[in-house]
């Protein structure tokens, strides 16, 4: 019965990471104004996130999209991977949330 638990325990942790895959994080380090919207206007997510407020995108879904107030004030990150600030402070941007296209952003 011992070695059940333990199975089961291993099997469920070697899983997660593969179904984790394209997983997108944004994380605020200031103000801004985030608008997350599939390509038929349906809203996701939109607020204006504060220092230290974290989404995670609910799924991976290639139609999304997130406008931003101030991408300065935004990291995004895929699968642990932190992504380069796309655009300076005050300066809007409209980007792909497609986890291929995020990947081939610096």
Known sequence: ESAEPGKTGATTSAAAPASAKGKVVIRATGACWVYIHDQKGK????????????FTVPEQRPDLVMELGNPAALEIVIDGRKLKQIAGAGQARRISLDPKE????P
Request: hydrophobic content about 45%.
């Open 43 to 54: 809203v996701v997510f939109h607020k204006t996130m504060h220092k230290g407020d974290e």
């Open 102 to 105: 995020l990947a081939k952003l």
